[in-house]
């Protein structure tokens, strides 16, 4: 099914096993994207992967399945009221730039390295993410649970937000006003993770908290718009070289789009912290997947020497852990969901 | 003020009902001040009897309130004066009850022709006129450079809400909550069968065509527009369905959704918030 170095693109076989596995991973990297704002596909890229999907196809059909969930997940979240769309629409614009520069990196690595190397970079990529931001998440979410009352916005979003430079925009659902010369790099950046590794929104969804100072509700929901908008003009150009696997698409769709309406209500149940709490959870576990993944690549280009007994097992691992960071985020998001939503029912029944 | 005649008035007049309230009919040898309250709509505003009754109130003045059809002649057969007539009769009852609980005296007059004339022509009658208060649909501009006195005009937004009760109604929906909440499940349940054979229709289509799908999808340039038009089109029917899905199975939002995102921001600056005066307020022009 998978060869180990494929310097052509190529696409796999579906049997029932994969058909199924791209519908839970879906359902639940869904789940995951429409309660953090992003992340179905930091779970689904390396989930392709393990099936044995190339890198760049996995990213492509990724991409293509991002942006109609991403659609879907911010009209359900704007009936909610937490959609800025405006600062959606602008971050998506300068993000879409990002995906441009991004994409261009993408394919200079998989014509200098092969397809190893590209998966190796996008390995890469994703373990510092992850655990750089990741930790930084997990550590406010912590602090913000045990402080008493809510917390003001975050001191740099604080200081960035007084300083007046042309030209000043104002967000009224996100509540803020501040300079586009700051939400332009925190755009640039999720635009070229999100053509790097799929998700942009582990920037973005932090970025839009600590640097631009918005709520987690409102980052996350916001990272949808921005989703999509990259989202939509990533696929064209990955679809412009062929890459994107529309079987692969439909089969994840059909789960996520579950997930994410799902996710999208759960939001409006949690507390705050809750959602940077599940996020930073999951990128922590993915990273240590991911980290178990590498051999396999540096095996490859030749950089290693791992038994081939070892690189089995530790493909496995890898696989697995990445199983429990799927099944860690769901359970948190739907116990969180059922028990705040019974808490409600028993309250509306007492009046 | 010297007493001027007014008899061409008489010819005119569509109401002369001088209406004051039993026992206290002004005695014009008193010189009692008046306001003249001036409207050329059928109805006059309540803001602006509110106003003149108040004001009325506080300076022990009586009001003259005078309703002036501008158009007496309109070519409808007298339709209009028909119907302002009526009009004026429920606005001046109104302005008398609205008076009486204040103890104020209220003269009304019927009158018609241009606005800034007959303020004239009155301001210099027998009555003591000390000043005019203009209602909605009035230029100032026309009265003050006719009336010797001074002319107030009474700015209101209250006005509005009388007319959006139909908005407001919505609230009293909250009651009949149960009945709604089980009408629109069936309502989803339908979508969700709709919408369900829609998608199965559309995945059935391409999973049955795999090679012919995965040949022309592929192929890059013109061609990727088909896989983002076939998942615009997924996103639509299946956004959908998952949509009515959950709500058919009664897992929808929090009801505490809105409060709770307004919660966690944080409070606007007092600066942005300036909350619109929408009490009654005079304008002077003398």
């Given amino acids: ?351 | 003020m010297g007493p001027k005649d007014i008899k061409n008035r008489a010819g005119q007049s569509i109401v002369n009902d001088a209406i004051t309230n039993a026992g206290s009919s002004p005695s014009r040898q008193e010189k009692t001040s008046f306001i003249l309250v001036v409207t050329r709509n059928g109805h006059m505003a309540e803001a602006v009897m509110n106003y003149a009754v108040n004001v009325a109130d506080h300076l022990k003045y009586r009001i003259l309130a005078v309703h002036i059809d501008t158009l007496p002649f309109f070519g409808d057969g007298g339709k209009r004066s028909n119907l302002f007539t009526a009009a004026m009769e429920e606005s001046a009852l109104l302005f008398r009850e609205k008076a009486r609980a204040r103890d104020v005296v209220v003269e009304h007059l019927g009158e018609s022709g241009k606005v800034g004339k007959v303020v004239q022509r009155l301001c210099h009658s027998e009555k003591r006129i000390e000043f005019v208060v203009i209602d909605q649909g009035i230029r100032m501009g026309e009265v003050a450079a006719q009336s010797p006195v001074p002319v107030f005009s009474v700015i209101y937004t209250q006005a509005r809400t009388i007319h959006t009760n139909k908005a407001r109604s919505h609230k009293t929906l909250e009651k009949g909550e149960p009945s709604m909440s089980t009408t629109s499940r069936k309502r989803h349940v339908k979508n969700c069968f709709v919408f369900g054979a829609l998608t199965a229709g559309l995945y059935a289509a391409v999973f049955t065509n795999q090679n012919f799908v995965m040949t022309y999808f592929t192929k890059g340039g013109v061609y990727a527009l088909l896989p983002v038009a076939v998942v615009f089109a997924v996103s639509y029917l299946h956004g959908n369905f998952t949509s009515a899905f959950w709500s058919a199975l009664g897992i929808e939002g929090s009801k505490a959704t809105v409060r709770k995102s307004t919660d966690v921001r944080p409070t606007v600056p007092a600066s942005d918030a300036v909350r619109k005066d929408d009490r009654p307020r005079a304008q002077i022009s003398v």
């Fill in chain 1, 1 to 351: 099914m998978h060869g180990p170095v494929n310097e052509v693109i190529q696409f796999i076989d579906l049997n029932a096993f994969n058909i199924i596995f791209l519908f839970l991973v879906g359902f639940i990297g869904g789940l995951v994207s429409g309660f953090i704002g992003s992340g179905g596909a930091f779970v689904l890229t390396p989930a392709m992967m393990s099936l044995g999907v190339p890198g760049t196809v996995a990213v492509a059909s990724n991409m293509c399945h991002k942006f109609p969930k991403a659609l879907v997940g911010s009209i359900k979240r704007y009936k909610y009221g937490q959609v800025d769309i405006k600062l959606g629409l602008i971050m998506g614009v300068f993000a879409e730039l990002g995906v441009q520069v991004g994409i261009v990196l993408q394919r200079h690595i998989l014509e200098i390295w092969g397809q190893a190397g590209s998966n190796l970079y996008v390995s890469l990529v994703f373990v510092f993410v992850l655990v750089v931001v990741g930790s930084f998440v997990m550590r406010d979410a912590v602090q913000m649970k045990h402080a008493v009352g809510n917390s003001a916005s975050p001191p740099i979003a604080k200081r960035l937000q007084k300083i007046e430079l042309w030209p000043m925009l104002t967000f009224k659902t996100a509540n803020l006003r501040i300079s586009l010369w700051f939400l332009v790099p925190v755009a640039l950046a999720t635009g070229m993770l999100a053509a790097t590794i799929a998700v942009g929104g582990f920037i973005g969804v932090p970025g839009l908290m600590y640097i631009i100072g918005a709520t987690s509700i409102v980052a996350s929901a916001t990272e949808l718009v921005i989703a999509f908008v990259m989202g939509l003009g990533g696929t064209l150009i990955w679809a412009y070289y062929g890459t994107v696997d529309i079987r692969l698409t439909l089969l994840i769709l059909a789960g996520s789009l579950f997930g994410v309406q799902l996710g999208a209500i759960g939001t409006t149940y949690v507390k705050e912290y809750m959602i940077k709490y599940v996020m930073a959870t999951i990128m922590l576990i993915v990273a240590v997947s991911r980290f178990f993944a590498m051999p396999k690549y540096l095996n490859a280009l030749h950089v290693t020497s791992f038994a081939d007994g070892n690189v089995t097992v530790m493909t496995q691992i890898s696989f697995g852990v990445m199983c429990l960071a799927l099944l860690t985020g769901a359970s948190i998001i739907l116990v969180s969901l059922f028990k705040a939503r019974s808490l409600e029912q028993a309250i509306a029944v007492r009046g």
